[in-house]
């Protein structure tokens, strides 16, 4: 005799026939403790097994099995079994959050010592809640899980060693919300919402704005996961609102992070707006005000060909204001709005053009060699007529030393002798037409250290990179500090203007592959920095010389070839990020994964929206963060570890972009599309910029409920409350599409009416018919029965 199965409610059993005259077989399972229903079952002569049901879970049971005979019954053959625990039961799950929920079961019969909780996911595998629960708990709680994902929860009873059936259950934890929700900007007729994005990631965000105190239409948008703002126009004048911001991953949406703003009473701009003074870098204006409730006044001043303007905002009291820090000879488009708390006025607009110097400045200045003691360098001239130059050299909280004999008209380079080894120095070249002077041309340079200097011998020479800088003091920090105020040079830039936001196109993704295969000999570097402002096609782009090494080889800067190329090959890596408003520079450093090399950290104009690397060791891994300086305040703007890609010889191949996902190579300004992980359809450019990078953005795309829209193609969606809208896609390089109320539909009260169907409504004391006539609003009627 043996026994087979063991279950919570059965047990199988089996014997070997028996040889003599058989008329069958009786079994029975008794209960050992004596506490139990006895089950007997009779089975025929020509079968030797049986399973035995109606038992008690976790029960030990002694079976028996006796053979039946014409003279009557054997002994029987006796085992021991005990039943397996029974299975929970009606798994049911309660408070259910981004991080955590509750388990609920009920208590299966028999004896359960305690339960085992199994729960997995596909992100983090399976895991079990320790400790575990005893056998008089039903219920359960699971913490510390990932937002917005499915988990599979398996509640096991155990008696002793032995375990029941798994009671199996699934359930999807919450989205996270939004958090931190502002107004920026509140105007009465629009409004621009601000909040913090969740630690998780996203398809998207929901903004839903419905007025709270009258009747109107509901206005409900979508905008790409990468957005944290977005700007909802169209609203009632003087009207509270109700937003609404919820977070979208797939078909799943978070709670909604809500709050209340009221759009304001029309601001009317300043009025007699003049200009009553202009210089070379300067304008003056005056303005006067309506006599209305206002905090102050916003001045932008925008170059012709520019984008990024020079704001600036004043006290209510103020009636005239110079803008200063303007490029000589350059149309300035100016907007000066009224404020009101967070909203402003319609703009009130005039132009101007700056005047042009009497002496044009030199341009251009480029050092052509740089040693311990001496440097060289060069200039182009300017266009206008002139007698000569006046040349400066000065080091730091020392007085200027001019440079003689001072060079006369037709010369265009120098060399200063008797430096002091590793002495930053600041050198000003002013053109001279008798006694007019030039603005200065600007720019600083660092000597090279004598001991560090190695044994130039036959080694190839080549020149330091033609970058300039506007020199400001040197401020102490725990690493090299590179840009505005280290051994580094570039072209002075733009004065200090702080960038507004939300300028240009708004980025939904971003690429940069590998170029074609290369081989390119690796050659370390001097330390050293260099930042350029890059103007023209890409305001806000600041080139940024990196050269990271041991001076165990020949310095980058030798002098001798009189070339303006830098000979060896150099990687390039471009990040970008969204501009802040009223920022005064963008600190990036550079921490480099391995632990022996050194941290680099360098400044960049509040101007700039991305930067080109170049230099950083091929293959490193480096930490580069971005922080935007606002005051004393630091802001991180961008937080990524990148893997700098092999160097390629500036003039060796020609620049491509390979997009790895359509298997396709593009050349620089070719377009094409491709979709995004997330079902996004998106529109490519090639830039290039040396490394092969492009760009992808969901600017002229929307995306709602799975499907793409071009930008003005319209679509009908309902809403939560059961509500037809009609959807308008938008882009404004974010994917964005606004939703009104549809135009065969009117809304009175909250109701919904469909175009002529009439309804009665109190007005003015007044009983009036209404008649829906479509297109998003509620006419009266002609008939109007006068009465209570």
Request: charged share 20%; proline share 8%; glycine share 8%.
């Amino acid at each position: 005799m043996e026994v087979t199965d063991v279950k919570d409610r059965t047990i199988k059993v089996r014997w070997s026939p028996s040889s003599g005259s058989v008329t069958g077989y009786r079994v029975t399972g008794v209960p050992k403790s004596g506490h139990g229903p006895t089950v007997t079952e009779m089975v025929p002569a020509d079968q030797n097994e049986i399973t035995i049901s109606g038992l008690t879970p976790s029960v030990e049971y002694v079976l028996s099995v006796y053979t039946l005979g014409q003279s009557g019954e054997s002994a029987p053959l006796v085992e021991t079994a005990i039943t397996n625990p029974d299975s929970p039961k009606a798994l049911t799950f309660t408070e259910v959050g981004t991080t955590s929920m509750k388990l609920g079961w009920e208590i299966p019969d028999g004896t359960v010592t305690s339960y085992r909780i199994v729960y997995s996911s596909p992100e983090d595998g399976e895991r079990e809640l320790v400790p575990a629960p005893s056998g008089d708990d039903d219920t359960a709680e699971l913490t510390g899980l990932r937002p917005g994902s499915d988990y599979t929860i398996k509640v096991i009873a155990v008696h002793d060693d032995m375990e029941s059936q798994p009671l199996t259950g699934t359930q999807s934890t919450g989205v996270p919300s939004p958090t931190n929700l502002q107004f920026t900007q509140v105007a009465p007729s629009s409004l621009t919402i601000q909040w913090d994005a969740p630690n998780s990631r996203l398809t998207g965000y929901r903004i839903v704005v419905n007025p709270k105190d009258k009747s109107g239409p509901i206005k409900e948008m979508n905008v790409a996961p990468d957005s944290t703002s977005t700007v909802v126009s169209g609203l009632m004048v003087a009207t509270r609102y109700e937003v609404s911001v919820y977070s979208l991953q797939n078909f799943l949406t978070s709670r909604p992070l809500t709050g209340e703003v009221t759009t304001l009473d029309n601001i009317s701009p300043p009025r007699r707006v003049r200009i009553i003074e202009v210089t070379e870098s300067a304008i003056t204006l005056s303005w006067r005000p309506k006599p209305e409730t206002i905090t102050g006044f916003l001045i932008e001043a925008t170059p012709a060909g520019s984008e990024t303007p020079i704001q600036k905002t004043v006290g209510q009291d103020t009636r005239t204001f110079t803008i200063t820090g303007l490029r000589p000879g350059t149309e300035y488009t100016i907007n000066i709005y009224t404020l009101s708390g967070n909203a402003r006025s319609a703009p009130y607009t005039v132009s101007a053009v700056t005047a042009k110097p009497a002496v044009e400045s030199p341009t251009k200045l480029q050092f052509t060699s740089v040693t311990s003691t001496s440097l060289s360098f060069r200039w182009e001239p300017p266009h206008s007529r002139i007698t000569g130059y006046f040349i400066t050299y000065q080091e730091d909280n020392q007085q200027p030393k001019e440079l003689l004999p001072r060079p006369h008209a037709g010369i265009n380079k120098a060399t200063i002798q008797d430096l002091k080894p590793g002495t930053r120095y600041i050198i000003k070249i002013i053109a001279l037409e008798n006694s007019l002077r030039s603005p200065p041309l600007s720019g600083l340079i660092v000597t090279q250290l004598e001991p560090q200097l190695p044994s130039l011998g036959d080694l190839p020479q080549r020149p330091s990179p033609s970058f300039l800088d506007v020199p400001e003091p040197i401020e102490p920090n725990p690493f090299p500090r590179h840009g505005f105020n280290d051994n580094g040079v570039r072209l002075t830039g733009t004065n200090g203007q702080t960038s507004p936001g939300q300028q240009g196109q708004h980025i939904y993704t971003e690429y940069q592959n590998q170029r074609l295969p290369h081989s390119v000999e690796q050659r370390p570097y001097v330390p050293g920095v260099g930042v350029e402002n890059v103007g023209g096609a890409h305001p806000g782009h600041t080139l940024v010389q990196v050269n990271e090494a041991s001076v165990r080889v020949q310095p980058f800067a030798i002098p001798g070839n009189g070339t303006d190329l830098n000979q060896e090959a150099q990687s390039q890596t471009v990040i970008t990020w969204k501009p802040q408003i009223q920022t005064s520079e963008y600190i990036i450093s550079c921490h480099p994964m391995n632990p022996n090399e050194t941290p680099l950290q360098f400044s960049v104009p509040g101007t700039s929206t991305m930067a080109t690397l170049t230099g950083l060791t091929s293959g490193a891994s480096y930490n580069i963060i971005v922080e935007a300086v606002k005051g004393n305040a630091r802001h991180k703007v961008y937080d990524e570890v990148l893997t700098i890609g092999d160097s390629v010889p500036a003039e060796s191949q020609k620049d491509m972009c390979y997009d790895s996902s359509t298997r396709t190579v593009h050349e620089i300004g070719d377009e094409w599309e491709r979709m995004s992980e997330t079902g996004f359809k998106l529109w490519c450019t090639c830039l290039g910029f040396g490394s092969g990078h492009f760009r992808c953005d969901s600017s002229k795309w929307c995306h709602d409920n799975g499907n793409n829209y071009r930008i003005g193609e319209k679509w009908d969606r309902r809403t939560e409350s059961g509500h037809m809208m009609s959807c308008t896609c938008l882009g404004n390089g974010k994917g964005e599409f606004k939703c009104e109320p549809h135009e065969a539909t009117c809304y009175d009260d909250g109701k919904m009416y469909r175009v002529g169907q009439q309804w009665q409504k109190e007005y003015l004391g007044a009983i009036c018919t209404c008649t829906c006539f479509g297109g998003q609003q509620v006419t009266n009627g002609t008939r109007v029965e006068m009465g209570g």
